[in-house]
């Protein structure tokens, strides 16, 4: 059974930095896309950022320059590094893969940026 555990998430001040992790195991075969989610409270669940099994990625307009995704697929990992956090980025983050019939979850992480 493919499981996603998420690390990294915290507490951090406005203009600090995090990294969070997401290590799938339990799969025997790679992943296509690996990518960040993210839910504010009462909101619904908007993608982050989203990188391909090539290194091809995608970021929502709101974290370019700022977040970085990247994954090691010999581990099967996939990171987000976040930077110069704001308030606004406060939220439970999710990490997901997509299999070659499912697409997987995490169980989500909560960041908060504290002003």
């Known amino acids: 059974q493919v499981q996603l555990v998420e690390s990294g998430g915290g507490l951090v001040q406005a203009g600090g930095s995090l990294r969070l992790s997401c290590a799938a195991s339990?799969?025997?075969?790679?992943?296509?896309?690996m990518g960040w989610y993210r839910q504010h409270p009462g909101q619904q669940r908007e993608l982050v950022a989203l990188?391909?099994?090539?290194?091809?990625?995608n970021y929502a307009d709101s974290v370019k320059g700022r977040f970085t995704i990247s994954r090691d697929n010999g581990k099967n990992t996939v990171y987000l590094q976040m930077n110069s956090l704001r308030p606004e980025d406060t939220a439970v983050y999710y990490c997901?893969?997509?299999?070659?019939?499912?697409?997987?979850w995490g169980q989500g992480t909560q960041v908060t940026v504290s002003s």
């Open positions: 339990g799969s025997s075969f790679g992943f296509r896309a």
């Open positions: 990188i391909t099994g090539g290194g091809s990625t």
């Open positions: 997901n893969a997509e299999g070659p019939l499912y697409l997987y």
